[in-house]
Structures are given as C-alpha cells and as structure tokens.
C-alpha cells in the first residue's frame, strides 16, 4: 500500500499537508526562571514557585531563547518581527499548573520563512512557513500501569520551544520526509537542539487533507499527533493519504480529528475527533514585556550564524568535488559533517570520502561505536590516508593501521614503526626478489610465455608473499613486466 498507486489511480487528487514542530532549545536555564533546561532523573526536582505555576511570582525571559529563535529565522529566511508579544492562551490540564500557557499568538518573533527540499528528481521546492514562535512547554501527566492513579512531574514545564508552522504546501509522505530532516538539520547546525527525537526535542504533529485538484477549498483534514520516527510519519501519511481517498470515492466523508500511528497493525486510529476550534481567550500577557529585536541586534546574529546544511552540500559538490548523492550522506549528520570537515582541511584528496564512506561507517556499524568516542580521528585518518598516498605503505597495510588505531587510538605512523609495515617501494630490493621468482619457476615462466596470462596473478602473490604483503603492487607489476618480457 502505498501513496504512490492510489494517487495513480486517482489522479484527479492531490495531497495538502501542513507540519507543526515543537523544537525543545537547548538553552541552559528554562524559559521564564533559572530553573536548569534538563532531563532529570527524579520527577519534580527542577521546579521552582515560577514553572511551578505558584501564584504571584513573576516571570523573567531568558534572553538565550531570544537570540535562539532569532537564528532559527534566519536559519529559515524568516522575517523577524520587530517588536512580538507574549500572550497567555487558556486551557486546564493538570500539567499547566497556571491555567495557561505562554506562547505567542498575533505577533509572532518570525514570519514568511522557508525551507528548502531536494525532491526525488533533483529539483528543489521550497516549503513556506507561516511562523515560528517562541511558547514554554507544559509538564507531563504519568499514568500508572499499576494502580488506579495520576501523577504530575512538572520538570519540563517551563522549557522552551519554537513553534514551527509551514503552509500547506508540502504533497507527499517523500517530502514531508525530506523537510523535517531539513528542519531538523538545520536546528542542529544552528545549535539551538538537540535534534533527539526519542526524547521529543523535536516533535512533528502533520496535518493531512485530499482534494481533487479542481476543488477550490483545502479538504476537511486529520491531524496525526506524537510519532516520534520519520520513518513511521511516512508510513502514517501514506495510510492517511489512502484512506481519506478511499472514504471519498465511496461517497463518504472525512471527520477533522486527531489520529494516532499504530506501528503493530500498521494504521491511523483515531485518538479524539475535533471540533470547533477551542477558545484559548488568547490575550497579551502582563507579566511580560515586549520583545524588540533591533536591526543591529540581527545584525549581530547574523555573525554568529554557521554554515548550514545546503550551503555545506554547495560546498563540498562545487569545492571538495563531491556527488550531490555523497554530500548529502555526509551533510544529513552533523557529527559526520564535522568530522569531515577536519579531515578534508588536512587532507584534499577524495580518498578521505572513500575511507569515511567504507572503512569509518563500516567499522562504526560493526562496533556500535558512535563518531565522537572513535579512536580514529579525523586527524588520524587523514594521517594515515597520506602515508597511503606517499606510498610510505599499501592499501593491504592501510587497512590493518586502521583496524589498529581503531582499538588502541596510536598514531598511525606509531604502529607503522611498531608493526614493520613500511611499504617496500625500492625496485632494487624488489627486483632481487623478483628475479629469484623467475629463477625458480621456470616452468611456470614457460607456460605464461606460451600464452597463459593468468598465470601474471601467480607471480604477483608470490612476490606478496615473500614481501610480508608489504611490496608496493605497482611496482611489482612494473618490475614483473619487464622481466616476463
Ligand atoms: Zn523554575
Ligand atoms: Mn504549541
């Protein structure tokens, strides 16, 4: 089952779907208190009288999540407002202590962004945002399993977030995909997340409608809450994308409700059908001043602003001569970015791809290692790829320099020394040892002569052979050449 053949076989429709993100910054207090923005093992110990809802106190804006939501807009190509305003928006919930939450609702901190997709055929779309705002998130509710009771943990009330709103602009599961690993990226280079989606730093709620492409209005559409995997937001949107086609053409209708993905059997379920909007009683709040971002402010921020992920595919295709297929591997995980980066800068040639494609992603896979705690450095990569190409060893030795630094984190030159695996390059020492070949094979030597060429391959091992593997293969060829003349 798949998007792509019901949308064949209907083609008179097309997909709407709009994506919210809640991003969670990474900033070291919480939004309105100091109160440390961090996981906590016990329920209820980074709590203070402000995130804990007391009545009375007064909440302070970290200025941190200023600057952080105004490097998301430029991140994004947003405008950013000049002067936005906090608003209380009205709900009761035993995880909003308050009543109400911060957020922002007429004026928020960025408009009219965007993002950029690379769609399967090569092209790029831009997805548009409506906005992003700066809001404190709730607390979490933990039902027990065990008993017949509630409990409330308030330590990640107050946290901040962005809220990221696009049009509904995006038309597939592929690209809605392809913009939150965007998004994501873009917030991770940024520095402002964590990007962990398990921990619901990054958190998606899509909306999804169909229409036949004469209609005018956007269908009725179904929200899909809480999937924490791209992969499982994909397989949701192509279920959704299939049933709301399929309730249409038999003549029935779409609900505007909230779904759930249920991975086991595969499907949306429903969670709670909406209805009118609610009335939050949105209204500025208070307690809180404006925020004014100044033009020299953004100036400011754009100083600080880094290379993001499309300038860096840009780069590494038009500088380090990379495929667009190769730079967007290395440029999807920032990790994998930067410790390329550090190789390149002190090694060019493309051969530090190839050693990073294979031989680091390779080993990490094998060893459930991750990048940042790897033995080999970028810097002893690059090392060792160097002493390949000056010749000081061959590729057979390479391999094992690296298998070594891996375990042990030696330079690589170190075990070069250590092990005796200098490459023996000189053809005096190798045409001795090839001349003895020769001498000792004679009926070998005849056969290759009479026509057999295969029999090249024996002279070669034999010649690996007595060299510990270390000869350098081309000149052995070289050498072999001349003398089976
Ligand atoms: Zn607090
Ligand atoms: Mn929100």
Redesign the pocket.
């Known amino acids: 089952m798949s998007n792509i053949s019901i949308l064949q076989q209907y083609p008179e429709y097309e997909v709407n779907i709009g994506i919210e993100v809640h991003v969670q910054l990474n900033t070291k207090t ?1 939004i309105f ?1 100091t ?1 440390a923005n961090e996981v906590a093992q016990q329920p209820n110990t980074n ?2 009288p ?2 804990a809802g007391y009545p009375g106190v007064l909440p302070v804006l970290n200025e941190q999540v200023v600057n952080s939501a105004i490097l998301a807009g430029l991140g994004t190509q947003s405008e950013i407002t000049p002067v936005s305003i906090f608003a209380r928006k009205h709900y009761f919930y035993p995880d909003l202590p308050k009543g109400y939450q911060i957020t922002q609702h007429t004026e928020p901190i960025c408009t009219e962004g965007k993002v950029n997709i690379r769609l399967e055929d090569g092209s790029t779309k831009a997805i548009r945002l409506i906005r992003i705002h700066i809001e404190e998130d709730a607390g979490k509710n933990i039902h027990s399993p065990f008993s017949n009771e509630s409990f409330v943990d308030l330590n990640r009330a ?1 946290t901040p977030l962005l809220e990221t709103v696009t049009y509904p602009d995006i038309s597939s599961a592929y690209e809605a995909k392809e913009y939150l690993k965007n998004l994501r990226s873009i917030m991770m280079y940024l520095g402002i997340c964590s990007g962990n989606m398990e921990d619901g730093a990054f958190r998606a709620d899509t909306n999804i409608s169909v229409r036949k492409k004469t209609a005018k209005e956007l269908g009725t559409r179904c929200e899909l809450k809480n999937i924490n995997s791209f992969k499982f937001i994909g397989d949701a949107i192509e279920y959704e994308i299939e049933r709301q086609i399929t309730t249409l053409e038999e003549g029935g209708m779409i609900v505007q409700q909230t779904r759930l993905w249920d991975e086991k059997n595969r499907k949306t379920i429903i969670m709670r059908s909406k209805e009118e909007a609610a009335d939050y009683r949105y209204f500025p709040d208070p307690d809180l001043p404006l925020i004014e971002v100044t033009k020299a402010k953004i100036e400011q921020m754009k100083e600080q602003l880094p290379e993001l992920p499309e300038q860096k595919v840009k780069r590494l295709v038009s500088d380090n001569g990379l495929s667009l297929y190769e730079a967007d591997i290395i440029v999807n995980d920032i990790e994998l970015a930067n410790y390329y980066d550090r190789a390149a800068k002190i090694n060019s040639s493309k051969q530090v791809l190839n050693w990073i494609l294979r031989d680091v992603l390779g080993y990490l896979k094998e060893s459930k290692e991750n990048l940042l705690e790897f033995k080999v450095t970028p810097e002893k990569l690059a090392g060792l790829i160097t002493l390949l190409e000056t010749g000081k060893i061959n590729n057979h030795a390479a391999r094992e320099v690296f298998e070594e630094v891996a375990k042990t984190g030696k330079e690589p030159v170190d075990i070069v020394k250590e092990k005796g695996l200098e490459q023996i390059g000189s053809s005096e020492e190798l045409e001795i040892i090839i001349k003895a070949i020769i001498d000792e094979n004679p009926d070998v030597v005849q056969k290759y002569k009479a026509g057999n060429e295969r029999l090249f391959g024996f002279f070669v091992g034999e010649a690996m052979k007595r060299t510990k593997g270390k000869g350098s293969p081309n000149v052995i060829q070289d050498l072999l050449k001349k003398y089976l003349k």
């Open positions: 919480k208190c109160c709590i203070c402000i995130c107050g």
